[in-house]
Structures are given as C-alpha cells and as structure tokens.
C-alpha cells in the first residue's frame, strides 16, 4: 500500500562552484525559524569544515531540514567542484527534486552541466534558480534563455523544459517570480519547493530498505550511514542487515544504535522514521556507501548509482628525506597506509592501492583539487609524506587507449583571448564556442594532462583577471604529446640555512621559492631556472668578513625581490616527473627524487647517451 508523504519533501541544492548555494541556505534556515531572531550566527554556516571555509567551497554534502507551512523540507547542500561530483552523483539518490542555482551574470558553468546531466538521468523534477539577481551587472532574462538551451542540449523531457524559474538574491534572502520586481522573502521559493517538488511515497507495511548513499564517522558511535528510506519503517534498536546490489553478501543481524533525523543543523534522536525520510543510523561496524539496510528475514538490496572512475592518480610516498620525522607526528608506511584506506571508506571517488614497494600507495582521484584537498587535510591532522606528479588515467576503449578530456571554460577580458586560445591549442585543446565583448567566454575540449601546470600561467596571462573550470566530458583516443614545463629548477647543493648574501646573487637566475633563514638540504628545490635544464645553486653561502665593521649592516641592506613561496597547488603544478612535493604539518618542500647531485648527473648522462 502506496502513501504520499504530502507532510515531506527531499530536495538537493545543485550548481557550479561559487554560485551562492551555501548562502541561500543559511537565508532558508534563517527565515524558517532555525535559528533565534538575536542569534549569532556564523556565514556560510553549512561549509562547517576549516578548509570549507578557508577556500570558500563545499567540499562535503550536507544535510540540514527546514519546516515551511507544516512541510518538513530536507535540504542536501552539494559541492560545486567537480573534483567532488562523487559526492553529488550519490546524494541525489536521496531526493525527489533540485533547485538548480545559476549565477544571474556568470549563467551556466560547466559544473551547472554536469550536476544538471545527472540530475536529469535520475528523472528528478527541476526549479531553476537565478541567485545573485541584484548584481549590478545581472543578465537575467539572458541567463533563463542560456539555461533553457543546456536543458534542451542535454535533452530534458518537455516536462524539464518547463521547469518553473526563480530569481533570487541568497545575500539579501529575497526571491521573486519576476526579475523586474525585487522580493522580500524567500517565500515565492518556498511555495515553488511545495508545489513542484513531489513528495515522496512509498510503502511503510512494506519491509524495511535504506539506501547508504553518504558515511559519516564519530568516535564514539562509529560509522553513521546517511541515507532515504525507500520503503518499510525503521526503529531505533532494531534487529537489521546490510546487504549490497549485485552482490550476494548479506551481513549478520546487528541491532541498530542510534537513529536521528535532521532538525536545522543538528542531528537529533528519533524513536522511529518511515517511507521518504532522511535518516542516520549508527550501529554497523563495516557500513559503506550503496549498501541497503534490510529486516533480517527479507535481503532485497537496492541498485545504488553508478559511479565515475577517478581519472588522476599520483602516488603517496614515505618522507624520506633528511628532514623526515622532525614536522610530523604519523611518518610511518604504517600510519600512511591505514589513513589513507580510512579515507576510501567514506570517499566513493577515492580508489588506493599498494604498489610494488611497501613505502608508496598508488591514489587515484577525480582530479587535482580532490587529490589536493585530501593532502591538506592530512598534513593537518600530522601527517608527513611526499607525493609525487599528478598523472592521468589511460584506459582501454575498443582496442585504443584513451585518456580523459574535460570541457574547459575560460572567461577573459578579450585583449588576452588571443594568448588563452594560443597557450590552449598548444597544450592539445580544441576551441568549441566563443562569445562575448569586453570579456570572452571560451569553452574547449581538452586532455585532462593539458591542465596540469596551466592555471598559474593562465592567471599571469589574463593579469590575473582570468576565470577558469573545467569538468570531465569524456574519454577520446590520446592526443599525442603535449610540451611540459620549459624550464628547469635551481637546486640546492648543501644542506644549511639560506641567506640574503647567496639569494641576493642567484636572483637572477630565475624565481626564487625560499627567503633568507630557511633550513634547506642537499636536493631541495629553492627556486624555478629561467632557462631549460636544472641549475645546482648554493644557498647557504655567506659573505666573506672583511674589516669593514658594517658588513653585517651590508648583508641585511640587501634587497632581495619577487621570491614567490608556492600553495600547496602551486607546487603539484610545478614538479617535474623526476621531483617529489615534500608535505608536513608545518612545511611544503620541492624536492628532487634522487637528492644526491653526483647521481642526478650520472643518471641524467646515462639517458642521453642512451
């Protein structure tokens, strides 16, 4: 027996990075009564990790619920980058519609297009939401249009071509069925969520299925499973198993921990939940996303969605060098190892594996931001290890090897089109559309290691004024070969403590990547050659004493300018295939693999005499 939900509705927020999901949020927990009206309350308050709030991006999906006119609104707030579509592709399994947010000036992205794509396999109904409405420089009746054509491109139903629209400004906390006509409230939202999204149905005599589609941890309750109950009812400290599609493993009975259901931000405990609900359970050891929680006697596992292969891997390797173990507090194989399978368990993106020594784990991600992130976290969390030069994915298609392409987007002021549309065909990138005035929106195909190392030399060719995303698109045969970095790197010889004397003097060499008083060793990176081919440098010498009692005076008057100390992305994009990017929870280090110079130079003459 069917029932509708008509007291329910699970919608996600999708869109490009940076279109104002996360904020428009916070307006719909405001005006919904979350929180108090003397209430302080942080930005963004659903981006609840540091690094979230240091970039400014969602990198986990979220779960949070509003009450609106006697309606419980479930609400999935996803990432916007495409490193962490992962994340998007299974949380959509959990709801019955979207609200698709478009910036009013940017329109769509090719995030947009991607979200929307899996948003329209899954058959889920649609509201188009034109954020940021009172930008001075909003193009609104454009951007409906824009939007209207990817539907039509991505070939919707005519039911997803009449998706109704809403303007909105997420900053202020206003939507109005009429761009001309400036909101109040969120209202109109709202009422738009009630009317067009349906809501669930199911059968709660039926015997109970809960698709996993997120993990969350806790060390105290273990592993907790996000997730809809598709059919049945669930009671805190029931008998149940897991069971996963396609498969014929069934768990033993395990009697469930906690059940919570989501109230604003916070995930509070419930006695019992049904049919459309979106719950967190606690109690399985080994639960894992795109599992289904069963009654014991009845195993009917659900078909969980299909999720996109990494394309970039790049291996995680034991520091070894003569600083190891003096930043880090987890600088074993040991400890790398067991840090690194912990994340897989609850990043459905991730994929490692040992490889043939048992000091390096082959990691393999979405792309360089999803690998970037997962260092960041762990440097600070204490861990110390060196990584070594991004690479992408080949894979067999019909015979031929294929590697990935992404569509790339550009937005650039059009005096420097020119050099963007340059740099790009060189790097094996196709130009398929270009529009525009003042500023060109330029959108490519190109092989995914085309990117590698682009975006630093993109932001120096536009003046920094250039926007760029890309997202995945599609395997083709490979591209043949792209030119790597021109240049070489300045390396230091010794080990000691730089100064401005042996800075000052090798400046001219190229660009440097230390200032004076840093610690560095004997095959460290210090700095970027101006010229092809690596330079050995010594940075630890001192000027001679002489009798003039001011040479202490003259080091320190010498002026040493443009040392640019490279993020952590910057120096990904920087190594060479024969350089290692040395991580600790104080210290991002360039280094070379082998850090001796007379073996450098063996080897490098070995392989030119063949």
């Known amino acids: 027996m069917n ?24 307006q719909m927990l405001k005006q919904s009564g979350v929180f108090r009206q003397n209430q302080a309350v942080a930005e963004r308050v659903m981006d609840s990790n540091d690094l979230e709030r240091e970039r400014g991006i969602t990198i986990l999906s979220k779960n949070t619920a509003v009450h609106y006119d006697g309606v419980r609104i479930n609400i999935v707030d996803t990432p916007g980058h495409a490193d962490f579509s992962g994340e998007v592709e299974r949380v959509l399994k959990m709801v019955n519609g979207v609200l698709l947010l478009v910036d009013s ?10 979200v929307l794509k899996k948003a329209l396999e899954l058959n889920l109904k649609v509201i188009i939401v034109i954020n ?57 939202l709202f009422d738009m969520i009630l009317s067009h999204i349906p809501a669930p149905q ?61 109230d604003g931000l916070k995930r509070v405990n419930c006695e019992s939940a049904k049919v459309g609900d979106i719950v967190a359970v606690s109690g399985f050891e080994d639960l894992l996303i795109g599992d289904t929680i069963c009654q014991p006697a009845m195993a009917e596992p659900l078909p969980f969605v299909k999720i996109d292969e990494p394309t970039v891997s790049m291996n995680f390797v034991v520091n070894d060098s003569p600083f190891a173990g003096t930043e880090g507090t987890y600088v074993t194989s040991r400890h790398l190892r ?38 960041e976290t762990m440097r600070r969390q204490g861990y110390e290890f060196a990584v070594t030069k991004p690479q992408v994915i080949y ?30 065909s060189r790097r094996k990138g196709v130009l398929q559309s270009m529009q525009g005035q003042d500023r060109m929106r330029l959108e490519f195909l190109i092989p995914s290691r085309g990117l590698f190392g682009y975006r630093s030399e993109f932001l120096t060719d536009t003046r920094g004024e250039g926007i760029m995303s890309s997202v995945f698109e599609d395997y083709e045969p490979v591209k043949g070969e792209i030119p790597t970095r021109p240049v070489g790197s300045l390396v230091a010889w010794e080990t000691g403590e730089s100064t401005s004397y042996a800075l000052f003097n090798l400046q001219d060499r190229g660009e440097l990547f230390i200032e004076p ?19 050995d440098v010594n940075v630890c010498k001192k000027k001679h004493m002489t009798n003039s009692r001011n040479s202490a005076s003259a080091e320190e008057a010498l002026k040493i300018t443009g040392v640019k100390v490279p993020t952590l992305e ?41």
């Not at 008083?517 to 330079?535: E, H, T, W």
């Not at 024969?578 to 007379?598: A, C, G, Q, Y």
């Open 3 to 26: 029932i509708v939900r008509e007291d329910l509705r699970n919608i996600a927020i999708i869109a490009h990075v940076d279109h104002g999901k996360t904020t428009l949020v916070d």
């Open 105 to 114: 000036f940017e329109g769509p992205m090719p995030q947009t297009r991607f």
């Open 132 to 188: 940021k409405m009172d930008r001075p420089d909003a193009r609104c009746a454009e951007v409906v249009d824009e939007t209207l054509e990817l539907l039509l491109e991505l070939d919707a139903t005519d039911e997803q071509l009449d998706s109704p629209v809403v303007f909105a400004s997420g900053r202020t906390g206003t939507a109005t069925l009429d761009w001309q006509k400036p909101g109040t409230d969120l209202k109109p």
């Open 202 to 262: 199911g059968d709660p005599e039926g015997s109970l299925q809960l698709l996993i589609s997120t993990i969350d941890y806790n060390d105290y309750v273990g592993r907790i499973g996000v997730g809809r109950i598709e059919r049945g009812t669930i009671s805190a400290g029931q008998m149940a198993i897991r069971c996963v599609y396609g498969e014929s493993f069934v768990s033993a009975p395990t009697r469930l921990g906690g059940l919570y259901e989501f």
């Open 338 to 375: 067991a840090r690194l399978f912990k994340e897989m368990q609850t990043d459905v993106s991730l994929r490692v594996a040992d490889t043939e020594t048992t000091d390096a784990f082959k990691v393999s991600g979405r792309g360089e931001l999803h690998l970037s992130i997962l260092i």
């Open 395 to 424: 894979r067999e298609v019909d015979g031929v090897t294929c590697e990935p392409i992404e569509r790339l987007v550009c937005d650039v002021p059009t005096d420097y089109s020119g050099t963007v549309i340059d740099k790009i």
């Open 517 to 535: 008083g840093v610690k560095v060793y004997n095959g460290m990176i210090i700095g970027q050659s101006s010229r092809p081919g690596d330079i």
């Open 570 to 610: 910057e120096a990904l994009e920087f190594i060479d295939d024969d350089e290692l990017v040395e991580i600790t929870p104080k210290s991002i280090r360039m280094r070379k693999r082998i850090l001796n110079t007379e073996m450098r130079k063996k080897l490098e003459s070995r392989k030119k005499n063949g």
